[in-house]
């Protein structure tokens, strides 16, 4: 492995502890202040990586460009206002990602002499944190997007959609082997790249 190689390897380790950090620490602030301090009490208020960070997931993060990080513990039973906070939590990891790509975007946007490399290292983490928010959307169990579907559906409807949660990993793994998961996340990438001047 050339040095390049090394360092490109280092730049992508802090992109991922930065992206997953930021999106955790999101969902259980948002859970905090809708009233469950189940993320506090578990240690997960922090924006130490080291709170968050699944092994396995990580290095998948790191070697397949697919991953996960450890989930925050949040008991829906004790967010204040039901329905609509449990969509806030959901939504804040992956808004917090969005939102960070966009500040990051600053760098190459203005014109300041910044190291090449710094700029690489930016565009890196701005993808990785889209892709982030992109996929934690996708409405299959157990990704942030299933929370989201099953509060805005109809009664009626939930329980046929939560039997859906058995087989959530499987679906999610079909459509990482088949090249599924591309083509749904690829427009919507493609659009957040657009926005950030990255294309």
């Known amino acids: 492995m050339e040095f390049s190689d090394i360092v490109t390897y280092l730049w ?11 999106h955790e620490f999101a969902h259980g602030k948002m859970a905090d202040i809708e009233g469950d301090i189940t993320p506090r009490l578990s240690g997960r208020l922090t924006l130490n990586p080291l709170a968050h960070i699944d092994p396995i997931g990580f290095l998948m993060l790191l ?3 697919f991953g996960w990080a450890k989930p925050v513990p949040v008991n829906f039973n004790n967010l204040r206002r039901g329905e609509k906070s449990i969509i806030l939590v959901s939504l804040a990891g ?38 982030l928010g992109i996929f934690n959307l996708i409405p299959i169990p157990p990704l942030d997007g299933s929370h989201i579907l ?23 793994m079909v ?18 790249l657009y926005l950030l001047g990255l294309k």
Not at 175 to 192: E, Q, R, V
């Open 12 to 22: 992508r380790i802090v992109a991922i502890l930065i992206a997953i950090t930021v």
């Open 63 to 65: 070697f397949f460009r």
């Open 175 to 192: 459509l990482i082997l088949t090249n599924g998961l591309y083509i749904i996340i690829s427009p919507f990438l493609n659009l957040f």
């Open 94 to 131: 992956p808004l917090a990602n969005f939102i960070l790509a966009f500040l990051v975007s600053i760098f190459w946007r203005i014109d300041l002499p910044l190291p090449l490399g710094f700029i690489r290292f930016c565009i890196e983490l701005a993808i990785l944190n889209v892709f």
């Open 150 to 172: 099953e509060s805005i559906l109809p009664y009626k409807y939930r329980r046929y959609y939560q039997s859906i949660s058995l087989y959530g990993v499987l679906i999610l």
